[in-house]
């Protein structure tokens, strides 16, 4: 069956940095675009990146751009979110998310998430 | 970027009652639009894409409608486990983005 399951997250202060990663099992990795999604404290969702199948293209969402990078490994069947240059508006439950099918998305598949809470 | 707004906010009703919640689209995404519904502390759930078909598993008792920029989802008669947050998201363009959420909630 398909699992998600994602680590990294935790307290870290304004201006620092955390690596989120997203372990993938039980469907083929490497034909599937995959995403994290983010959701603040009592608020709702909100996309964050994208990278493609193979890895040749990515997309953020503009409050990300240039401080985040999305990233994978195939052989490993890992996806990673690494942030830079944190802010408190960053705090969030991060979700790694696979879509329905290949390069639609639409996520039939959501990890557990993992909180980041950027705080001093 | 697409701005989906989603009405109303809260709709508070009973069991067996209908539920009809919108979603708006800022410009015209065809049927690009995805419903999800999330319960408090788990993740969103897929239920319908493409505007109106429902994803795997999906009770047939939600549907979705709509293309363009106006869509619609609907529950025809509400369970006590349909009490949750809906939240529409469009595909149409990078970023992808979502609507604010509608709570149902039980009257």
């Known amino acids: 069956q398909v699992q998600l399951v994602e680590s990294g997250g935790g307290v870290v202060q304004p201006g620092r940095s955390l690596r989120l990663s997203c372990a993938a099992s039980g469907f083929t990795f490497n034909s599937y675009d995959m995403h994290w999604v983010r959701q603040a404290p009592g608020k709702g969702l909100e996309w964050v990146a994208v990278i493609f199948y193979d890895g040749t293209n990515k997309y953020y969402v503009d409050s990300v751009k240039g401080r985040f990078t999305i990233s994978r490994d195939n052989s490993k069947n890992m996806l990673y979110l690494q942030m830079n240059s944190l802010r408190a508006e960053d705090t969030a439950v991060y979700y790694c998310?696979?879509?329905?099918?290949?390069?639609?998305?639409?996520?039939?598949?959501w990890g557990q998430g993992t909180l980041v809470t950027v705080s001093s | 970027e697409i701005v989906l707004t989603q009405s109303p906010a809260t709709l508070s009703l009973s069991p067996g009652e209908r539920a009809t919640l919108s979603c708006r689209a800022s410009?015209?995404?065809?049927?690009?639009l995805v419903w999800y519904q999330q319960k408090p502390g788990q993740a969103p759930r897929l239920l319908i894409y493409?505007?109106?078909n429902r994803a795997t598993g999906i009770p047939a008792r939600f549907s979705g409608s709509g293309s363009g920029t106006d869509f619609t989802l609907t529950i025809t008669s509400l369970e006590r486990e349909d009490f949750a947050v809906y939240y529409c998201?469009?595909?149409?363009?990078?970023?992808?983005?979502f609507g604010g959420g509608t709570k149902v909630e039980i009257k």
């Open positions: 998310a696979k879509p329905r099918s290949g390069g639609y998305p639409e996520f039939d598949y």
């Open positions: 998201q469009q595909r149409s363009n990078w970023p992808l983005t």
């Open positions: 410009q015209s995404i065809s049927s690009y």
């Open positions: 493409d505007s109106s």
